[in-house]
C-alpha cells in the first residue's frame, strides 16, 4: 500500500530564516505531488504541483519555491521566511495518468514563523 | 472557473444526531466530487467521492450523491459520534482544471462539525 511522509512535523522559525519541508510517498512510481498550505481557519490553497522529476508548476506567486530531486521526493523551500508563511502545510499526491484524479494527503508540517 | 460552495460553520450537534453539510458546485464538463475530513493536527483523509452523475458515495456511515441537476453533492449521516467531530472539506476535480496529467482539486471552506454528548 501507498504511505505519504512528511517531515518535520512541527517548526518554529525566526522571520528571515530559510526553510526547508520535505514530502516522500512510498509504494507507488511516478505520482503526481503537490504542496498546499492552509491558514488558520481557511480552506487549502494549491501552492505547487509536479507531474515528474524536475517538474514544478506553481499556482501562486510568493516567496517559496518547490523541487522534486527524485521520483517520490517532493521539497518545499523558502530563503527568507516572512510572517505571512505561517501556516499548515500539506504535501499531496495522486496516480499519474488517473482520471478519478483522488488526491491523499500526509500528515502536515505545522509551521510558525515569528 | 471551478469552484465549491460549503455552508459555514460551525454544525453543533447531539451525539445520534442527523447530519447534513450542504455542498454545491460551479464546474465544466464532468467533475469527479469528494469529501474529505480532517481531524484536529491532522492531515486531510478521504471520505468518500463520486465520478459521475447518480454515483453515490458511502464511508463509516457517511453518505453524499452527485447530483448534476442540482449541482450538489450534500453530506448526510444518520446518526452522528463523538469521534466525527471534524472539519468537512467538499472537492471537486473537473475537467477544466487538468493539465498535463496532474488534476487540481478546487476545495470548499471547509465546516466545523462538533459533536457533543
Known amino acids: 500500500s501507498q504511505t505519504i511522509h512528511q517531515w518535520p512535523a512541527t517548526l518554529v522559525q525566526p522571520v528571515g530564516s530559510p526553510l526547508s519541508l520535505e514530502c516522500t510517498v512510498e509504494g507507488t512510481s511516478n505520482p503526481n505531488l503537490y504542496w498546499y498550505r492552509q491558514a488558520a481557519g481557511r480552506g487549502l490553497q494549491l501552492l505547487f504541483y509536479s507531474v515528474g522529476i524536475g517538474q514544478i508548476s506553481s499556482e501562486v506567486p510568493q516567496n517559496l519555491s518547490a523541487s522534486r530531486p527524485q521520483d517520490r521526493q517532493f521539497i518545499l523551500s523558502s530563503k527568507k521566511l516572512l510572517l505571512s508563511d505561517s501556516g499548515f502545510y500539506l504535501c499531496?499526491?495522486?496516480?499519474?495518468?488517473?482520471?478519478?484524479?483522488?488526491?491523499?494527503f500526509g500528515p502536515g508540517t505545522r509551521l510558525t514563523v515569528l | 472557473g471551478d469552484s465549491v460552495t460549503q455552508m459555514e460553520g460551525p454544525v453543533t450537534l447531539s451525539e445520534e444526531a442527523f447530519l447534513t453539510i450542504n455542498c454545491t458546485y460551479t464546474a465544466t464538463g464532468y467533475p469527479s466530487l469528494f469529501w474529505y475530513v480532517q481531524y484536529p493536527g491532522e492531515g486531510l483523509q478521504l471520505l468518500l467521492k463520486?465520478?459521475?452523475?447518480?454515483d453515490k458515495g458511502s464511508n463509516k456511515g457517511f453518505e453524499a450523491t452527485y447530483r448534476k441537476e442540482t449541482t450538489s453533492f450534500h453530506l448526510e449521516k444518520g446518526s452522528v459520534q463523538v469521534s466525527d467531530s471534524a472539519v468537512y472539506f467538499c472537492a471537486l476535480s473537473g475537467w477544466g482544471s487538468r493539465t498535463g496529467t496532474a488534476s487540481k482539486l478546487t476545495f470548499g471552506t471547509g465546516t466545523r462539525l462538533q459533536v457533543t454528548l
Open positions: 463520486a465520478t459521475k452523475a447518480d
Open positions: 499531496a499526491w495522486s496516480v499519474n495518468g488517473r482520471t478519478t484524479d483522488t488526491q491523499y
